[in-house]
């Protein structure tokens, strides 16, 4: 990994924002007008028989400074969001777009206040925590032979690690429109994706048409924590993916996201905490 000092964050004027988010949706909109007929857009309620990969994460977690409600909020959010997805096909050549299918969180759909992340800080907003979502779907997605054509994650890393079983920026943040996840399926096979919710985790399987003849594995490199020189800290690594056969051979490992993000909490123990 390069040691390339990471540049302090610019606070950009509302108004430069308002018109940035404004061009960037007329991009992503016109993007969707150019593909539409690639995009994969049929729900199938019987599973297809194989499953690939399986995954779920809490619903809950306790985080500093957020309130519960916020993350109760966020369950129902999930909830319709994933009834949009859950169940679509993936066919050979399709491409599975993340906010095509869910199209724009709104109170009049149902969508309530939840936990947003911008700019290093949080904040409640309509349609929150829909980031468990497409961060589910990514992760599953890098232990499949699918390719995944977008993704995006926060510049900043705004929470200390609490019980994560996944690498840093293992996920795929989403804001809609512009900040998308999209899959292409260019496999020979069709490929089911499930959401389903318990009272405890949000689930998710990518399922197949045929048995899976490979798996694969994500591993971390090159994690480490930099003091920048304008005084705060940066936090980054890289994730590599390795296909094996089923007889546990490896066949191959590729690059497949190098992160950055600038920490927003102390990385270190201070002095003071150590008696």
């Given amino acids: 990994m390069k040691n390339n000092a990471m540049q302090k964050p610019i606070k950009r004027s509302a108004l430069r924002s308002k018109l940035g988010l404004i061009y960037y949706s007329f991009l992503r909109h016109l993007l969707w007008l150019t593909m539409n007929r690639q995009f994969a857009k049929t729900r199938q309620s019987s599973h297809l028989p194989f499953v690939y ?12 400074d957020v309130d519960m409600w916020m993350q109760h909020n966020k369950v129902t959010n999930l909830r319709l969001a994933s009834a949009k997805v859950s169940g679509i096909l993936l066919r050979p050549g399709e491409v599975f777009s993340y906010w095509k299918l869910i199209g724009k969180p709104s109170r009049r759909k149902g969508y309530l206040d939840g936990m947003v992340l911008k700019s290093g800080t949080f904040h409640a907003g309509c349609g929150g925590g829909l980031c468990q979502l497409s961060n589910l779907i990514f992760w599953m997605t890098i232990h499949t032979p699918l390719t995944v054509t977008e993704r995006h994650r926060h510049s900043y890393d705004v929470f200390p690690d609490s019980n994560r079983t ?4 293992s996920g795929a943040t989403c804001f809609y429109p512009h900040g998308d996840l999209m899959i292409r399926n260019n496999t020979s096979d069709t490929y089911q994706l499930s959401i389903w919710m318990d009272d405890t985790y949000l689930h998710g399987q990518w399922r197949v048409s045929s048995s899976p003849e490979y798996r694969y594995e994500i591993i971390e490199r090159n994690h480490e924590m930099r003091s920048e020189f304008w005084g ?13 056969d089923l007889a546990d051979n490896l066949l191959k490992e590729q690059l497949i996201v190098q992160n950055s993000a600038i920490m927003m909490y102390e990385p270190f123990i201070s002095e003071k905490t150590v008696k």
């Fill in 53 to 64: 990969f399986t995954h779920k994460t809490p619903l809950f977690r306790k985080l500093k």
């Fill in 166 to 169: 996944q690498p840093f920026g």
């Fill in 232 to 244: 705060g800290y940066s936090r980054h690594n890289e994730l590599y993916q390795q296909k094996y």
